[in-house]
């Protein structure tokens, strides 16, 4: 799950070691990340990942990586007091372009408890060389509280519906993923966050317990293993991808990505079979592979008219390193999304 993140600095540590050391470049294949996520501005791929501050790389290719100073050089003084054994390592963070600035959210959370936290950094560009290039942090946008909020506030992601309302998709074990509506500039929450709604989850009731831990994970967390959702609107549909079991792990890692569909952003999301999300459904996005393990975490770019599904997976080639996966993806006959094959990149 991703409270097992705090342990693996492996990603931010790389970040800094190739701005500070003059390392130019990393080719896909190499780049060691978690919980990547992509954006295009004026020809160029930003990548922001899991690490201390948030990771930040940047490409012209998809092929060529280059890291930069990350977006925070020291904790922001908000989570270090809402979650006190923070130490600047962000989980998760997601980017998104609303209303002339860019969004990016990110997570805050304490190991193996939904003492979790989402914040919200803006930005006129994310050209570092601009002379407007700068993150503006305005801090804290939900919470969620050890027995109060059978919900984990971490894992964001922005979409906006139809009328070009936006929403905030998050989440992680407990009682799975939620939706909640938000101001229109996306910097708070515009509901009562008391009653939003559970998109997805591996139970197949939605009143049932949450289920115990296994193995080695955190107690306080369960066995509700779906994390990380992303919403992604295709046609008619908004498609909610997500990732189920355990990341991670090195080659114990079980994580995979399912995904389902709605005409409506607020869902409910079905599966090729019909099954709600919210009830266990889920149609798996990627076969299994033996060289790597567990994965997940993913996030869809589209440019230029060809789409990709960007996520990490653990290398058995490599000691089970998490690296940078980029892969095409088209839609099959009925409307479902395809990995045209692995390593396409």
């Known amino acids: 799950m991703k409270d097992m993140k705090i342990n693996n600095l492996l990603p931010c540590v790389l970040g800094v070691l190739l701005w500070t050391t003059g390392v130019a470049q990393q080719r896909l294949g190499e780049v060691i990340v ?15 990942a899991t690490g201390q501050g948030i990771s930040v790389m940047s490409s012209t290719d998809l092929h060529e990586w280059t890291a930069h100073p990350p977006v925070f050089s020291d904790p922001p003084a908000w989570a270090v007091e809402a979650v006190p054994t923070f130490t600047g390592h962000i989980w998760a963070p997601d980017i998104s372009y609303h209303n002339g600035r860019y969004l990016l959210y990110y997570s805050i959370s304490a190991f193996g408890k939904n003492t979790s936290c989402i914040g919200l950094a ?23 509280f050890p027995g109060k909020t059978n919900w984990n ?25 939620k939706l909640v509506k938000l101001g229109a500039d996306g910097g708070s929450i515009a509901e009562d966050i008391q009653g939003i709604p559970t998109i997805a989850s591996r139970k197949r009731h939605p009143s049932a317990s949450n289920p115990p831990a296994i193995d080695d994970n955190p107690k306080d967390a369960g066995g509700n ?8 609107k295709k046609g008619a549909y908004y498609y909610l991808f997500a990732s189920i079991d355990y990341c991670c792990k090195g080659p114990r890692s079980t994580y995979k990505m399912i995904v389902g569909r709605s005409s409506r952003v607020t869902g409910p999301y079905v599966d090729d079979q019909g099954v709600d999300l919210a009830k266990g459904g889920g149609k798996q996005v990627l076969d299994p592979d033996p060289r790597w393990y567990g994965a997940g975490h993913n996030a869809v770019l589209e440019n230029r008219g060809q ?12 000691g089970g390193k998490p690296k940078l996966r980029i892969e ?11 990995v045209e094959k692995v390593n396409s990149l």
């Open 153 to 177: 506030a971490i894992d964001p992601n922005f979409i906006r519906d139809e009328k070009g309302n936006p929403f905030l998709s998050f989440g992680s074990f407990w009682d799975g993923l």
């Open 34 to 48: 978690h919980d990547p996520v992509l954006i295009v501005q004026e020809g160029v791929y930003y990548l922001f």
């Open 122 to 144: 803006t930005t006129p560009t994310l050209n570092p060389n601009d002379p407007d290039y700068k993150w503006t942090d305005h801090g804290r946008i939900i919470q969620s």
């Open 225 to 232: 293993a779906i994390e990380a959702p992303f919403i992604y």
């Open 328 to 338: 095409k993806m088209t839609w099959d006959s009925a409307g479902w999304p395809v």
């Open 307 to 318: 789409e990709y599904l960007v996520f990490h997976g653990y290398d058995a080639q490599d």
